[in-house]
């Protein structure tokens, strides 16, 4: 007989009690360039307690927008465990916003309080007239905040809160979280997390085929708390009781050393770059990464070097993290059972396979399904129970079909689930009819020593309508010869896809989530502002 009883909610003040609870002693690591806090679960569920009631003497209801505009540090956790426990929504604010997108999705998400490191008032300072919604600021640390209005000092706002919350009934598809899109294609864009969906992503990342989350661990999170909830992962350490290291704003790859050498993760994550950086830094620095069992890294395709690079010097496997804002972690790299040990990187630098929850499809560009056998290209699809299904105020629903997400990626998958991108539908270069990778070009010409870092983007071509144009940065004491990365390139890609057209620049321009601005590189090419050399053309 069918059981017509309410199922018991799946949110996210239960994930914050049961650790409240079951792990009291794990501990929040909060490091600050000179001293490292420690704090246990403990004495920051007292504080999450004492910011819902504080938050809740201010006025904010369920449903509420209340904004963070901060680092990864232990406040930060705060916020994002007691606000959507309390019924309100968090929304993290990305600090690397231009001012105009920044002032746009604080008055598109009608935020009414604004929670923020001290460091960055002048940033609020700058967009201060345009956002009429905010009633409140919450400054985290000191400084001067005399053009701001109504501010309250973080410390001061829980100093005389009562201990415990009453948590809320809430419905779990109420609205948890909400995060904006860094706007590469029009204005940003918010995408809101459920406190179901969240509930089942932390379940799925705590599972053994994914991150494998226990009390044992202690976690490195370098990925941004202010970008895409830090991929989804935060709830997923508390709820686990793995120790948290938070590194504040001290990102700079010495800082990192530092940090790893002290405490002794077990795992870590973070985008391409800043892995890269340590790299490079414990050429000069001494890392000790024995303590360490997986790093986890993601935000653009990782380059076989580095893979390579920690697995040899140090023994540690990169796994490759694919998902987005809109679908938080979809695939992981994880090499499959019975591989041999000679071929465990030829698995790590893939995109990965679809963890569970996820579907994936691949359609061509009028929308027909094509099959998953590894072979048929087209745009990658998914769905699942975190994945969302619209925007925030129903923004560009062309995204979105019959709960599928479109996500602008193209590539294969085969029938056993295994995805390879090849480039992002706006990258892909069309050259005569047929497709040329920017990411396999990227990932090809990586390899070579001279080379620091490397963008592919199309530029218009009279014969072949659109050719490949190769932007590199150098190593230190290197030259640029394009004829010799050329010569180097030819023997490992088929011929018509060797590009001819190459320029050196000091450094690649960055998105404010760290990957390379290609529209940027484009408008440079368009505005006459790159020296492109070209080399001697092969036969295409």
């Given amino acids: 007989m069918r059981n017509n009883s309410r199922c018991y909610p799946l949110l996210v003040s239960n994930l914050f009690r049961y650790s409240k609870s079951s792990y009291p002693n794990s501990q929040v690591i909060t490091y600050n360039g000179d001293s490292i806090k420690h704090n246990s679960f403990a004495d920051v569920a007292v504080r999450v307690e004492k910011l819902a009631n504080a938050l809740n003497r201010l006025g904010i209801k369920k449903g509420d927008r209340v904004a963070t505009l901060a680092m990864n540090h232990q406040e930060h956790l705060e916020c994002y465990l007691a606000i959507p426990s309390m019924g309100a929504i968090l929304h993290t604010l990305n600090l690397k916003l231009f001012s105009d997108q920044l002032s746009y999705i604080i008055q598109d998400a009608e935020d009414k309080v604004i929670i923020f490191d001290a460091q960055y008032s002048t940033i609020l300072e700058t967009v201060l007239d345009s956002i009429t919604h905010v009633k409140y600021f919450i400054a985290i640390g000191d400084g001067d905040f005399s053009k701001l209005r109504n501010v309250i000092r973080y410390e001061q706002l829980l100093a005389d809160e009562p201990l415990g919350f009453d948590w809320p009934d809430l419905d779990e598809c109420d609205i948890a979280a909400l995060c904006y899109t860094s706007g590469t294609t029009g204005d940003p864009k918010g995408v809101e997390y459920s406190h179901r969906s969240i509930y089942l992503h932390t379940q799925m990342i705590n599972s053994a085929s994914c991150f494998a989350l226990t009390s044992h661990d202690k976690a490195l999170i370098l990925a941004s708390m202010f970008h895409g909830l830090a991929w989804g992962t935060l709830y997923a350490y508390w709820t686990a009781g793995a120790d948290m290291l938070l590194p504040g704003d001290f990102l700079q790859a010495n800082h990192i050393i530092k940090f ?276 001697q053309k092969s036969s295409l």
């Avoid at 050498?261 to 790299?279: F, M, Q, S, Y």
């Avoid at 925007?391 to 995204?399: P, Q, T």
């Avoid at 050329?486 to 890609?493: F, M, T, V, Y």
């Fill in 260 to 535: 790893i050498n002290a405490e002794r993760p077990t795992i870590g994550i973070a985008i391409c770059a800043i892995w890269k950086d340590v790299l490079v830094s414990a050429e000069k620095i001494d890392l000790d990464l024995s303590s360490v069992r997986i790093l986890f890294t993601g935000g653009t395709a990782v380059p076989r070097q580095l893979v390579e690079s920690y697995y040899n010097r140090y023994n540690v496997k990169m796994v490759q993290v694919w998902g987005g804002t809109e679908s938080l972690i979809c695939t992981l790299s994880f090499p499959p059972k019975n591989v041999i040990k000679e071929e465990e990187i030829d698995w790590l630098i893939k995109t990965g396979k679809i963890v569970t929850g996820i579907e994936l499809r691949i359609t061509d560009g009028k929308g027909s399904v094509l099959p998953n056998d590894g072979e048929a290209i087209g745009e990658l699809e998914v769905k699942g129970s975190w994945v969302a299904t619209s925007y925030f105020k129903n923004a560009n629903e062309d995204r979105f079909r019959d709960y599928w997400y479109r996500t602008g990626d193209i590539g294969t998958c085969t029938p056993d689930g295994n995805v390879q991108i090849s480039d992002r539908i706006k990258d892909v270069i069309k050259s005569g009819g047929e497709w040329i990778s920017s990411v396999e070009l990227e990932n090809k010409i990586g390899l070579h020593e001279a080379v620091d870092e490397v963008a592919v983007v199309a530029i218009p071509d009279d014969k072949w309508d659109e050719r490949p144009l190769v932007c590199v940065t150098l190593k230190e004491g290197r030259s640029f010869d394009p004829q010799v990365l050329s010569n180097w390139l030819a023997p490992q890609i088929t011929r018509w896809c060797l590009p001819e057209h190459w320029t050196q620049l000091n450094k690649l321009p960055k998105t404010s989530v760290g990957k390379v601005d290609k529209k940027v590189l484009r408008k440079l090419f368009d505005d006459n502002e790159l020296e492109v050399i070209t080399v």
